[in-house]
């Protein structure tokens, strides 16, 4: 019956993937506390965008994922994690997409926070693969 205090984290990542960017691999983890990583290169995506959802760097499953693109930002596409913390976005468009969640952990050690919040967030672009 009584107001929650809450601390959050900020977890936010920008992918920057072309031709002149490939220095480093867009499916590695960085370490981030909560993180979304993709498992597919966004450069070659045909059918289907799958990423994981790390928290301390361990699956985190049933995460709930909203995918939104940046040309149509009313439409949201929710996604939940499987058992390892895996989600497939189903034909996506090509051009930006954010990609974002949120956990929430008791903070049982900080006694001026009830609730630490970990918001998460990837920014890719998808594109097709080139033709041979």
């Known amino acids: 019956d009584t107001a929650g205090r809450e601390q959050y984290v900020r977890c936010a990542k920008a992918l920057l993937v072309g031709a002149e960017c490939d220095a480093t691999d867009p499916t590695t983890p960085v370490g981030l506390p909560l993180e ?14 799958r990423a994981q959802v790390l928290f301390g760097g361990k699956p985190l499953a049933k995460a709930r994922v909203v995918a939104v693109h940046r040309d149509d930002p009313k439409t949201l596409h929710t996604l939940v994690a499987d058992d390892r913390g895996q989600v497939k976005l189903t ?42």
């Open 91 to 132: 034909s996506p468009a090509t051009g930006d997409w954010l990609l974002t969640t949120l956990h929430m952990v008791r903070d049982e050690q900080n006694a001026d926070v009830d609730w630490k919040s970990y918001w998460g967030s990837l920014i890719t672009a998808v594109t097709r693969p080139r033709s041979k």
């Open 36 to 49: 979304i990583v993709l498992l597919d290169d966004p450069r070659q995506v045909e059918e289907t965008l």
